[in-house]
């Protein structure tokens, strides 16, 4: 197939960026879409010039690394995979694919593709664990949890962090990703101790980030690669009322 790309360039966050024309032929309808960024890349640096900057790791849809805008949509057009499970034949020849970053203001340009998602990893820090005592591993039955609980805890811990749900959402809330960690942890036994104090220190974590309001249109679901539910947000927002009336130190 013949390819015609238009991607983000942009040296940090300080400076202006812009929309390159790139056109690349002989690709196969078999390759990953990251396998052509990196057909794009070598054929770049061949020529002496700075190859396309972009996020990526495992490349099977498990680390969430990879975070590229694709025609408008996080991840592109197919429904329920990230970038790297994305491959060439959902596109056709000729085809002009536009790709941009993650556009939120808490998601910064670092260059061209790649953006910091560090304020994750501080509303992780700021509640999302339980708090244990260390040693030897206890006994499985110990704590008896039910099928259906053990089963809505995964699929919240489905979440793979890759900010999908920001780019989406009209005002870049992360809500989804959020509730979906306060979840996984709230509904089992082991983290219901601290649910009320999860749930207030993350939120106020993910306000004084910057992130938007949720506004519940669901796009952040429907953008999501692991199909996040949205009843997450309504057990977070829940959760997070509970603490309000009844918890010694709320925040925020």
Not at 30 to 58: A, I, Q, W, Y
Not at 67 to 73: P, V
Not at 208 to 218: D, I, L, R
Request: glycine share 8%; charged share 25%.
């Amino acid at each position: 197939m013949k390819i015609n790309l238009k991607v983000w360039r942009q040296k940090n966050n300080n400076t202006p960026g812009k929309l390159v024309e790139y056109h690349l032929d002989n690709v196969s309808e078999d390759m990953s879409f990251l396998e052509m960024f990196d057909v794009l890349n070598d054929s770049l640096t061949r020529k002496g010039e700075d190859p396309v900057t972009f996020d990526h790791d495992c490349r099977e849809g498990i680390c969430g690394m990879c975070s590229m805008y694709i025609n408008g949509r996080a991840h592109g057009p197919q429904t329920g995979a990230t970038t790297c499970q994305l491959h060439m034949r959902s596109f056709n020849d000729g085809d002009t694919i536009v790709v941009e970053p993650w556009r939120a203001r808490s998601f910064p340009v670092i260059k061209d593709l790649m953006v910091d998602r560090s304020a994750f990893d501080r509303i992780i820090q700021s509640g999302g664990y339980v708090s244990v005592n260390t040693g030897s591993a206890r006994d499985a039955n110990e704590i008896l949890v039910p099928r259906t609980i053990a089963d809505e805890a995964m699929d919240a811990a489905a979440c793979i962090g890759c900010g999908a749900c920001v780019a989406a959402c009209k005002n870049a809330s992360a809500m989804l990703f959020v509730s979906a960690k306060v979840s996984q942890l709230a509904i089992l036994p082991q983290g219901h101790s601290e649910h009320k104090e999860r749930a207030e220190r993350m939120v106020a974590q993910m306000d004084a980030e910057g992130f938007g309001a949720c506004s519940f249109t669901g796009a952040c679901s429907v953008e999501c690669p692991k199909s996040i539910s949205l009843d997450h947000i309504a057990r977070m927002n829940r959760e997070y009322l509970g603490a309000k009336l009844s918890s010694d130190n709320v925040q925020g």
